[in-house]
């Protein structure tokens, strides 16, 4: 998806996929923030949200006691999202930027967390070369990256998704530990259809037995 096209339906207000956090499948989202916080107490470390959009999962994750930063490209998201973050009193660093070119947005290092609520699956594949190499670059050496990704198809301007393979060609030096199916409930007919899934990955890590929760 292009930069127009986000714009466009910022513009319109027509941002569908911001409904995820108030949907079951967010439960599957919070289960696996669970899954990386898991025998810790907060302050958690830093955290990363690709296309942060309005920042509904940067400001829950900085509620749970994380350091988190959020960057986006569309202007009218990220101003959103810091007026979000205010009035629920979190303090969030939010970045207008690409997340194709993140140490060129000076998003920082050493992050322990990153997060992809949807916005790699929709990128050209040297865009999404580009995201590898710098989330290589701008994360810690025992970090997790938490994505939602569809299957791989042709959508027009939809996002084109990814396959287990397309990911682990994104991120080389991670390993997919989890493949989970997405909760269905109360989605449209048109995104059942594009089989979205869950995915988390760490950093150097041997990969197990047994993937997948569906």
């Not at 710098?134 to 994505?147: E, G, I, P, R, Y």
Request: aromatic letters at 10%.
């Amino acid at each position: 998806m292009s930069v127009p096209f986000y714009k466009f339906v910022y513009r319109l207000g027509f941002t569908p996929w911001e409904r995820l956090a108030t949907l079951p499948a967010s439960k599957q989202i919070l289960d696996l923030f669970d899954s990386v916080e898991r025998g810790r107490q907060p302050p958690f470390g830093s955290a990363l949200e690709l296309g942060c959009g309005n920042g509904s999962w940067s400001v829950r994750l900085a509620a749970r006691g994380w350091s988190v930063t959020g960057v986006d490209i569309v202007p009218k998201a990220v101003r959103t999202a810091h007026e979000r973050a205010r009035e629920a009193g979190q303090d969030v660093h939010f970045i207008h930027g690409d997340v194709a070119a993140l140490r060129t947005a000076n998003v920082g290092s050493g992050f322990q967390l990153v997060l992809d609520m949807g916005t790699v699956h929709g990128l050209t594949p040297p865009q999404r070369e580009a995201v590898g190499r710098d989330v290589n670059a701008v994360s810690a050496a025992d970090a997790t990256l938490l994505m939602y990704a569809f299957a791989p198809a042709r959508r027009g301007p939809l996002p084109r998704g990814m396959s287990w393979s397309d990911i682990e060609a994104t991120y080389q030096g991670w390993t997919i530990v989890d493949e989970i199916a997405f909760d269905m409930t109360g989605m449209p007919d048109s995104v059942k259809k594009d089989d979205p899934r869950w995915y988390r990955l760490s950093r150097n890590e041997p990969s197990s037995d047994g993937v997948g929760l569906d």
